[in-house]
């Protein structure tokens, strides 16, 4: 077996025994860095900083510098997509993302292409291939795309919206014109998570950050449709894995299963071992400490990681994580107290489970 296919993320994945559990933060390459800070101001700009290969190979590894992190993830932005069809994506400082072209017409969602994955997303593509040169099978490498409602729901609003009243709008009104946007968004996810995955991803993730917003009914209907259609659409190279993470699905975690992911990444109001008892030996949980914690002293980390991992239990088929992205004003030293408290806290949870001498 491969010294990556061995690793402790991926063994976690499969629920294979291992000898810690495995740690990585979303937005784990972001703003609480200063060697990030400087690589972005050096950049210029938020895009410059993601459509250069080599720029983004460099965000990606700096935190695996600093921090004993058991996986990477991919410094890119799920926002490509759409601008790779041509709506415009430009960041306003404090405000996020926005779109000089939003959707605002049914001819305007008609009007989209699905861009080549080789050519206008060629840039995401050739990190990848730096960022595998760089890590040299250390660690998994995480590649990811935004779920195809998420992506509409920013396509749509044109900019951040804590509601985003417009898509719902089109969803009561325009149901039909909506679909016609979400299967076309799904084909491009699609075509971009198998370039991705050809081009080195050892793990691909879905964030479905914005269908919790939606009603049970119309979370199957209009996120978890188009997920399921993802996910059966990838060529899964070597059973590429895929992580799916719904902001606010805790209750739908047996929904989510039905999806095909490998592993469910839940939020912080989700109960460990209330999840693992739901998902049972089917996916692997990821997550969930709240990002607020980081701000706490070192012992109230150590505290919360303790409490977290024994939520979940002995045995394997967890991944630590925060709820959500960290913060980009956390301090890096209470970031490497959570990775050092994962890694030394957990192994009391997995004595007995003979590393290495297949599943449990």
Same mark, same amino acid.
């Given at each position: 077996?491969?010294?990556?296919?061995?690793?402790?993320?991926?063994?976690?994945?499969?629920?294979?025994?291992?000898?810690?559990?495995? *740690?990585?933060?979303?937005?784990?390459?972001?703003?609480? %860095?200063?060697?990030?800070?400087?690589?972005?101001?050096?950049?210029?700009?938020?895009?410059?900083?993601? $459509?250069?290969?080599?720029?983004?190979?460099?965000?990606?590894?700096?935190?695996?510098?600093?921090?004993? &992190?058991?996986?990477?993830?991919? @410094?890119?932005?799920?926002?490509?997509?759409?601008?790779?069809?041509?709506?415009?994506?430009? @960041? $306003?400082?404090?405000?996020?993302?926005?779109?000089?072209?939003?959707?605002?017409?049914?001819?305007?969602?008609?009007?989209?292409?699905?861009?080549?994955?080789?050519?206008?997303?060629?840039?995401?593509?050739?990190?990848?291939?730096?960022?595998?040169?760089?890590?040299?099978? $250390?660690?998994?490498?995480?590649?990811?795309?935004?779920?195809?409602?998420? %992506?509409?729901?920013?396509?749509?609003?044109?900019?951040?919206?804590?509601?985003?009243?417009?898509?719902?709008?089109?969803? $009561?009104?325009?149901?039909?014109?909506?679909?016609?946007?979400?299967?076309?968004?799904?084909?491009?996810?699609?075509?971009?998570? /198998?370039?991705?995955?050809?081009?080195?991803?050892?793990?691909?993730?879905? @964030?479905?950050?914005?269908?919790?917003?939606?009603?049970?009914?119309?979370?199957?209907?209009?996120? %978890?449709?188009?997920?399921?259609?993802?996910?059966?659409?990838?060529?899964?190279?070597?059973?590429?894995?895929?992580?799916?993470?719904?902001?606010?699905?805790?209750?739908?975690?047996?929904?989510?299963?039905?999806?095909?992911?490998?592993?469910?990444?839940?939020?912080?109001?989700?109960? &460990?071992?209330?999840?693992? &008892?739901?998902?049972?030996?089917?996916?692997?949980?990821?997550?969930?400490?709240?990002?607020? *914690?980081?701000?706490?002293?070192?012992?109230?980390?150590?505290?919360?990681?303790?409490?977290?991992?024994?939520?979940?239990?002995?045995?394997?088929?967890?991944?630590? /994580?925060?709820?959500?992205?960290?913060?980009?004003?956390?301090?890096?030293? /209470?970031?490497?107290?959570?990775?050092?408290?994962?890694?030394?806290?957990?192994?009391?949870?997995?004595?007995?489970?003979?590393?290495?001498?297949?599943?449990?």
């Amino acid at each position: 077996m491969s010294q990556i296919k061995n690793s402790r993320f991926l063994r976690a994945i499969r629920r294979e025994p291992v000898d810690a559990t495995p *740690i990585w933060i979303m937005r784990q390459a972001g703003r609480y %860095l200063p060697e990030y800070r400087a690589l972005r101001q050096k950049a210029g700009s938020f895009m410059t900083l993601c $459509k250069t290969p080599e720029l983004a190979c460099q965000a990606t590894l700096q935190p695996l510098a600093r921090f004993s &992190l058991d996986a990477a993830i991919l @410094f890119s932005d799920i926002l490509t997509i759409p601008d790779a069809m041509g709506l415009g994506l430009y @960041f $306003k400082e404090g405000e996020g993302p926005h779109f000089t072209h939003p959707l605002r017409h049914a001819r305007d969602i008609q009007q989209l292409s699905l861009p080549d994955p080789e050519t206008e997303l060629r840039y995401v593509l050739d990190a990848i291939r730096m960022i595998q040169h760089e890590l040299a099978e $250390k660690v998994p490498l995480i590649g990811f795309c935004g779920s195809p409602f998420t %992506l509409a729901s920013y396509m749509i609003e044109g900019k951040p919206n804590k509601s985003f009243p417009m898509i719902h709008n089109m969803l $009561k009104k325009e149901p039909q014109v909506l679909h016609q946007l979400l299967d076309k968004l799904a084909c491009a996810i699609s075509l971009h998570l /198998n370039a991705q995955i050809a081009a080195g991803a050892n793990v691909v993730m879905i @964030f479905d950050t914005w269908g919790g917003l939606l009603n049970t009914a119309d979370y199957q209907e209009y996120s %978890l449709r188009y997920v399921q259609q993802i996910i059966e659409s990838l060529n899964l190279v070597e059973d590429t894995p895929v992580i799916l993470f719904t902001k606010g699905g805790g209750d739908w975690l047996e929904l989510m299963m039905q999806a095909g992911c490998d592993v469910i990444g839940v939020d912080w109001l989700v109960n &460990l071992a209330d999840a693992r &008892l739901q998902v049972g030996s089917k996916v692997a949980l990821q997550g969930n400490m709240d990002p607020a *914690i980081l701000y706490q002293s070192k012992e109230m980390i150590c505290a919360e990681v303790d409490r977290l991992l024994a939520e979940y239990g002995s045995g394997s088929g967890h991944i630590f /994580n925060l709820g959500h992205g960290i913060p980009q004003d956390v301090s890096p030293d /209470n970031v490497a107290v959570l990775v050092d408290a994962v890694h030394s806290y957990s192994r009391r949870l997995h004595e007995g489970d003979q590393y290495g001498r297949g599943t449990f």
